[in-house]
């Protein structure tokens, strides 16, 4: 199916470990999207990016990189992993930035990637 | 800079129970309005969005949500809810003006009993 892939499904890492995760999405949208999901937080931003070539942090941001590396995927790099990084993370995707005459339309998801950093 | 809270952490209801899951957001401006759910071991998935006009949305599944703007609320309603409904539910705010970028509740974990 069409929409939004993300790898790997599952990770372990070791405290000061690097990893990148990656995404990809096969419905020509402009806008990505990391999150990551903890329990009683809902789905915080990390890093987006409007539109190919475009990068800007979100609400979390530290202990991250994001690459865009073209329209299709947008990666999430931990230099460092910490125990703190221990979550579920999210890559979203949608059309348009800011075309408030389209109705910014919602965010799709992808499944998730479970990290787990010891 | 926009904010979303929900009331309700933990749900717990029988079958045929009324569902509602409150929503408050602040904002200083027009706003777009989503509940998201996930079900166990799923992604998101969009349950219903407001962008304008009609303040009662109607979604998937039965479900409805009020955009009520002089409370800042948009709470989720089903008549009668389902075991199926078992998930977990996010509210999430986009201020009209700012960008494509969501702000989501902590979300509800409901629980529904057989």
């Known amino acids: 199916n069409a929409g939004v892939t993300q790898t790997p499904k599952f990770q372990v890492l070791k405290t000061g470990q690097s990893m990148t995760l990656q995404c990809a999405q096969d419905m020509n949208h402009n806008s990505m999207y990391w999150y990551r999901q903890d329990p009683g937080m809902g789905l915080r931003l990390i890093y987006y990016s409007a539109s190919e070539g475009t990068t800007d942090k979100g609400e979390v941001p530290n202990g991250y990189n994001v690459s865009r590396l073209n329209k299709r995927e947008f990666s999430l790099r931990l230099e460092s992993a910490a125990p703190s990084q221990t979550s579920v993370y999210f890559c979203?995707?949608?059309?348009?930035?800011?075309?408030?005459?389209?109705?910014?339309?919602?965010?799709?998801f992808g499944d998730g990637t479970r990290l787990s950093i010891l | 800079a926009q904010s979303v809270s929900q009331h309700n952490h933990h749900v717990i209801l029988s079958e045929a129970a009324s569902l509602e899951l409150g929503c408050n957001y602040s904002y200083g401006g027009t706003v777009n309005l989503f509940w998201y759910v996930q079900y166990p071991g799923q992604h998101l998935q969009l349950l219903l969005k407001?962008?304008?006009?009609?303040?009662l949305v109607k979604g998937i599944k039965g479900f409805e949500a009020e955009f009520i703007k002089s409370k800042f609320s948009f709470n989720l309603r089903k008549p009668s809810v389902q075991w199926s409904d078992t998930a977990e539910y996010f509210c999430?705010?986009?201020?009209?003006?700012?960008?494509?970028?969501?702000?989501f509740g902590g979300g509800t974990r409901l629980m529904v009993k057989p």
């Open positions: 979203a995707s949608s059309t348009l930035w800011g075309q408030l005459s389209l109705g910014n339309q919602p965010q799709h």
């Open positions: 407001y962008f304008s006009g009609d303040p």
């Open positions: 999430a705010v986009k201020g009209v003006n700012a960008g494509n970028m969501l702000t």
